[in-house]
Structure formats: C-alpha cells, structure tokens
C-alpha cells in the first residue's frame, strides 16, 4: 500500500519497560522501523543515548499503539517530544467507537484482531511480559528475544496503521485532528510525570491507623444519622432517616432504596447534609484506606488512560487516581516547601458549550451575565432584575437543578427531586426552560434522534461516537455528549498549549488543570493557564465564544481542601491526633 503521506520518516515504533506504581518507568529496550527508508533500529537501554537516534521535527511523523508510554519513555532518557504524532489506540477508538470493538481500552492484539491482522497468543504476549517485569538480569538469549518480541510488536503496529490510515489520511482535515490527539499524548505523558504533590507522612500516618478511625469515624459521623450497626449500613435506618429529614429519595422498580454512589452524589447536592454520609460510606467500600500510587519522590502518579471514555475524556482509575477517589482525601494532596498549586475550572462549561454549539443566543446571553442560573430565574420571573445569587439565593437554587438537569434529559420528576420542589413546580419550570431557550432544545432533540437512528456524533475536532448495531443506547446520555466530548476537546488543547510552553501541569480533572509553580512564579502561571484555557474553548466554539475560569490557589503550607469534603477531612484528622496522644 502507498504511504502518500507528507513525510521523509515514518517511524513506527515500541519501548519495553519497567513501570513502578508512582515511579518513573524504566526503559529496557527500543525497536524502530521507518516505513519509508526501510530501516530498523533495535536498541538494549544501555544504547540508548541522550540524543534520539532519528529526527523529532515536523519532517517525521511517529506511530505508535497508547503512545503516551512510549514518550514516556523519552522523558527519562532526556528526549524531546515528537513534532508529529499518531496514536493508533485513539484513532481505534475514533473510527469504532460506539460498537463493541470501542469498548474499554482495547488492547494492541484485540485492535489487530478486528482488522484480522495476524498476532502472537495472549498467552505468549503474557509470558513474555512477565520476563521483562521480572527486572533481570537477563541473559543474551533472552535480551534477544525481548528485542524479537518488541519487534514483533511494531510489525502488528505497523500492519494496524496500514489498515487504518485510509480513514486517517481520507483528507486533511481528518489527517489533522489526529495529529492534533497524537500531540495531547505527549502532554499525557509530561502531565503523568509531573504527578501531583502528596503529604507522604500524613498519608502513612492514616494507613497506620485507618482500622481504628474508621470505628471511631462511623460512630463520629452516625450520630446524626443513625443509619449503621457496627459498621453495616442498614437500609431500614437510613429509610427511617429520610423519612425523619423528609428528603425524597428514588427507588428501585423492587421498591427497595436506590443505595449507588451516584443516586447519592445526586441527592448530596440536593441536600448537603447526606455529603458526609456519602463521603463515609465511599471511604468504607474499601477493605484499607485507598493504596495511592505514590513515588519515592512523593509524588501521585498514574495512568490518565486518555480517550477511554465514549466522550474522549481521561478516565483514570479511580482507585489510584486521587480526584477519583473520596473528597475528603483531596486534603493529602499539599504543594512542598517554596511551591504553589493552583485548581484553574471552566466556569459553568457545559452550559457555556451548549448555548455555543446549539446557536441559543438567549443561552450565551445568560451565560454572558456571568450567572445563567440566576439569569433564567430572572427571565421566568421569579428573581427581579436586580437580584443577585446573595438575595435570591433559594431562587437560585431552585432553578439550577433545571439548568443543569436539562443537559443530561432529566424528568419533571427527577428535578423536583433535585431541586426539592413539587412536581407541578418542576413541571412548569421545564416548560419556561423550553420556551426561553428554544434553539437550545430543537438542537439536543435533533443530536438525540441523529444517535439514536446511527448518525455520527462528532465534536468541533472529529472525535465520533456512533451506535453501532447491537448498541444499548440510553437515549438521554446523547444529549449530555456533545458537552462532554466538545469538553474533552478543550482540555486537550490546553493541555497541549501549556505543557509545551514549559508549565507544569500536574493534572487534568474533567472540566479543570491543577497546575503547580514556584510561590513566586504561580501568579503568572495562572495568567497562562487561564489564557490558554480560555483560547481553547474559543477554538472549539468559535469566534469570541469564551469560557470564563476560576482559580484557587494553594500556597504552601497550606494544602489542597475540596469544600464537600472539607468537614470530613477535619473531623478525621481530629481523630488521627487522638489515637496519638
């Protein structure tokens, strides 16, 4: 097949590795093959020297399978980051995304396999990676076998791009979006070295002790819930509890309580008084208190896992990825001696998103007042002109489950329940939602019957979601995803933009950067990180569609605090001292 591609060098390309939970992996091997030139390159780690042995400019495009682990790779051997970039796992989830072969971060041999491309037995590839984690030293068959077995890799790699660049290069604009994802797995890679700060003694002290505070939590905690025994949580308690505070809660088609982390995150927004409930019991779920990947250096790391998601966001885990686990843990994350962090957000973003890409000028205009909640409840009349989220803040409140609840298809029913209203209420106020925001509503029906009968879903960028057949589509999510892929898309520009100009960003949280500067420099380290933000979602909304940013910075010796979970942290911290004295 011709390579008609722009390019001197097509370099497809493999690393082994060695990676320690928190640590820096440690390359074992490289093999190369430029496609265009013929060549091979086949390098033990104690060849591979500071300078890459090919050209990194734009005249040389890499190709790669979760390319982000193999510039992962460069940053330890001190390399530079590929001008250009493809990464096949991306592009495999692009082109299939929303069918079976979409799913759950499929593997090299499974991609391969789609295209009946012919690969080693998982057994084989399993066997040979339990030879390269076992850390050598290995003998000089089995060094040559390591190299045969990366070598391999990049022959079933280069088969995959051969398969799959019809659709890649099929013009160049869809040639040019996956340029641009290849890039964002370069700022994967920096993003996941930098990690996140960590208190080390304060986390240890809690592993130490976690048995006894948790008793002693759930006993702190219950006491204004009477829900546990022991450290069960009866469902009948907790029923009687809901009855006592007279707070709504779903049930299941059984009739028994809804008792998932989400019904409950829901209703803890409702009713802030359940959030340390919920806190408690997401902390409780596990056996031992959450094993945070954390380096030598002290500092978390982990897989991003990029693109994962149908929407094309990052989806870590949330067992070892710190803002996926419990609010109240969110307190060991601490900038060290002479450093700053910074937690910069895309203010209300989804609502930004929709009034942007659905054309509803009355929407951008109640964005544009820096308040669209406050703005709706204005428009429908229940706030005067001059109120503010101070005055009117029960008004306020009221109607934002609506402005929020409509992006995710939310029933009358579910939103009196949000909002803590009557049905006829929540019903009346859909309606105004409706009517006030006309373009907005024409435009979420067309994208729900367009997923529902096949069409494609795509972002301002080319990342696509489609039904493929056989696909159980739950017809409300599709009206939430253009905001959460056109969303995705925004943090993948930043993301690029800021950790090629040299800021280290040690996260990207959805609709957030935490970032982390000198206590001297974090000041203007959020002058850029807030431009660039905004830059990147006027790129993918258009000419002078702007989403504004917070910030909240945390300068040391303070240390980060999630405002849901700040009570909890205080209250185990308190805990923590007693069991010292």
């Not at 074992?28 to 390159?41: P, T, Y």
Request: with cysteine; charged share 20%.
């Amino acid at each position: 097949m011709n390579l008609d591609l722009p390019y001197r060098a097509i370099w497809v390309l493999d690393f082994e590795y060695i990676a320690h939970d928190g640590e820096y992996p440690e390359p074992v091997c490289m093999v190369a093959h430029d496609l265009v030139s013929g060549q091979w390159i086949r390098q033990w780690c104690n060849e591979l020297d500071e300078a890459p042995p090919f050209d990194l400019g734009p005249g040389s495009l890499f190709v790669a399978y979760a390319a982000m682990a193999e510039w992962s790779c460069f940053l330890p051997l001190g390399w530079g980051m590929p001008a250009r970039c493809i990464d096949l796992y991306a592009e495999f989830i692009c082109i299939h995304n929303g069918s079976a072969d979409g799913r759950l971060f499929p593997s090299l041999l499974a991609a391969a396999g789609h295209y009946g491309i012919s690969t080693i037995g998982a057994s084989q590839k399993e066997a040979m990676r339990d030879l390269i984690l076992g850390g050598g030293p290995w003998n000089s068959t089995q060094r040559a076998a390591i190299l045969d077995y990366c070598a391999g890799d990049v022959l079933i790699t280069t088969a995959l791009f051969r398969a799959v660049l019809p659709k890649i290069a099929e013009n160049t604009r869809r040639l040019g979006q996956a340029l641009l994802r290849g890039r964002y797995t370069c700022a994967v890679s920096r993003m996941e070295r930098n990690g996140i700060p960590a208190d080390v003694e304060t986390y240890q002290r809690l592993r130490r002790g976690w048995g006894e505070i948790k008793l002693k939590l759930i006993a702190d905690i219950d006491q204004d819930f009477g829900v546990f025994n022991g450290q069960k949580f009866v469902a009948t308690r907790f029923a009687d509890f809901l009855q006592r505070a007279q707070i709504p809660w779903p049930r299941l088609p059984s009739g028994q309580l809804a008792l998932d982390d989400d019904t409950f995150r829901e209703r803890a927004l409702a009713f802030p008084k359940i959030a340390p409930l919920r806190e408690l019991r997401r902390s409780l779920a596990k056996l031992h208190l959450v094993d945070f990947p954390i380096g030598s250096d002290g500092r978390l790391r982990t897989s991003l896992r990029p693109f994962a998601s149908r929407t094309g966001r990052n989806q870590p885990s949330n067992s070892k990825f710190i803002f996926g686990s419990a609010r109240w843990l969110r307190g060991l994350i601490k900038p060290s001696p002479g450093r700053a962090l910074a937690y910069v957000d895309w203010s209300s973003q989804e609502i930004a998103i929709a009034a942007a890409l659905s054309g509803d000028n009355a929407m951008w205009e109640a964005y544009a007042s820096g308040d669209p909640y406050l703005a709706f409840a204005k428009k429908v009349g229940l706030a005067p002109a001059n109120a503010t989220r101070h005055t009117h803040k029960a008004e306020r409140q009221r109607v934002k489950a609506v402005v929020l609840g409509v992006g995710y298809g939310m029933s009358a029913e579910s939103i009196a329940m949000q909002a803590g209203v009557h049905l006829e209420e929540a019903r009346n106020l859909l309606r105004q939602h409706q009517e006030t925001y006309q373009a907005f509503w024409a435009w979420g029906t067309t994208n729900q019957n367009a997923g529902l009968l096949g069409v494609p879903l795509q972002t301002s960028f080319g990342w696509t979601w489609r039904a493929g057949r056989g696909t159980i589509v739950n017809p409300r999510s599709l009206l939430n995803w253009p905001m959460q892929a056109n969303g995705a898309e925004m943090m993948r520009l930043a993301c690029c933009e800021l950790t090629e100009r040299g800021v280290q960003v040690c996260a990207p949280i959805h609709d957030a950067l935490l970032v982390e500067a000198d206590l001297t420099e974090i000041d203007e380290v959020v002058k850029l990180t807030r431009a660039a933000m905004e830059r990147a979602s006027e790129l993918v909304l258009g000419k002078g569609r702007v989403v504004r940013t917070d910030v909240d910075i945390v300068r040391f010796p303070d240390r980060y605090a999630d405002e849901s979970g700040i009570d909890l942290w205080n209250r185990v911290m308190r805990l923590l001292d007693e069991l010292a004295s």
